[in-house]
C-alpha cells in the first residue's frame, strides 16, 4: 500500500517537471520565433530608411553627370572633376519658336509666293547649373559621400561600343556591405541575394552602368523616379 502510495506521487512529481519544462520550452521557441520575426522587421525599416539617403545623393550625382555630359559631351571620371565643374558651370537659356519666312526658291520654281515654316532659337542668357539641379544649396559638394559612413560612392565613366559607335557611360554605386555595416551578416547576406520588383535587387544600390547605355537608377519607385 505504502509503495503504491509513493510511486503515484514520484509518477505525479515527474508529470509537473515534464509539464514545466515542456512549457519553458515553448517559452523560449515563442521568444525566439517573436525575436527572429522582430529582428527582420526592424532590419527592413532601418534599411529603407539608409537606402532612401544614398538614393538621394546617387539621384544628385546623376542629375551633376547628365549636366556634365550636357555640356563636354562625356561624363566625369571623378568627383573631383564633377565638383569643379558644377562650381563655375552654366546653362546657356534658349527659347525655340516657329515661324513661317519666304521660301525663295519655291516661289521662284513656282511663281507664286510660297512660305516654308523654320524653328528660330533665341539666346536668352545663362543659369548656374548648380543653382538650377540644386536649388542654390553647395550639397552637390558632398554628393560622394554614403550617409551615416566614413566611406564615399565608388564611381566610374567610359564609352561602350553599341552599334559601331562609342557611347558614353557611368556608374556611381556602394555595396549594401557599407550602407547596412553595423547589420546582422546573415541579413545583409540575404540582403544581397534580393530579386525582386520592390526591392533593390543585387549586392549594391547603384546609378548608371559601365556595360550597358544607361543613367538610370537600380531601385525601385518606392524610393522616387530612378532616371532624371
Known amino acids: 500500500m505504502s509503495v503504491t502510495i509513493i510511486k503515484s506521487k514520484t509518477t ?11 512549457w519553458v520550452v515553448i517559452g523560449v521557441l ?3 520565433l517573436f525575436n527572429s520575426v522582430y529582428g527582420e522587421v526592424k532590419f527592413n525599416d532601418l534599411k529603407v530608411a539608409r537606402y532612401q539617403k544614398s538614393v538621394d545623393k546617387l539621384k544628385d550625382i546623376q542629375k551633376g553627370q547628365l549636366a556634365f555630359k550636357q555640356i563636354n559631351g562625356k561624363f566625369a571620371g571623378s568627383f573631383d572633376e564633377l565638383v569643379k565643374f558644377l562650381d563655375t558651370a552654366e546653362f546657356t537659356l534658349t527659347e525655340r519658336r516657329d515661324t513661317l519666312v519666304l521660301d525663295e526658291e519655291a516661289t521662284r520654281r513656282y511663281r507664286v509666293d510660297t512660305r516654308k515654316e523654320i524653328t ?7 543659369a548656374s547649373i548648380k543653382d538650377s539641379l540644386y536649388q542654390g544649396t553647395d550639397r552637390y559638394k558632398t554628393m560622394m559621400n554614403v550617409p551615416g559612413t566614413d566611406k564615399q560612392f565608388e564611381m566610374e565613366a567610359g564609352t561602350v561600343l553599341k552599334n559601331d559607335v562609342q557611347i558614353p557611360v557611368f ?4 555595396s549594401k556591405d557599407v550602407i547596412l555595416f553595423d547589420q546582422p551578416k546573415d541579413y545583409v547576406a540575404k540582403e544581397k541575394q534580393v530579386i525582386s520588383v520592390e526591392g533593390v535587387n543585387g549586392a ?11 543613367t538610370a ?4 519607385q518606392s524610393y522616387g523616379d530612378s532616371e532624371d
Open 12 to 22: 505525479h512529481r515527474m508529470k509537473l517537471v515534464i509539464q514545466l519544462l515542456l
Open 30 to 32: 515563442g521568444y525566439l
Open 120 to 126: 528660330i532659337i533665341d539666346t536668352l542668357g545663362k
Open 171 to 174: 556608374e556611381a554605386k556602394v
Open 204 to 214: 549594391y544600390l547603384s546609378v548608371g552602368s559601365m556595360t550597358e547605355v544607361s
Open 217 to 220: 537608377g537600380n531601385w525601385p
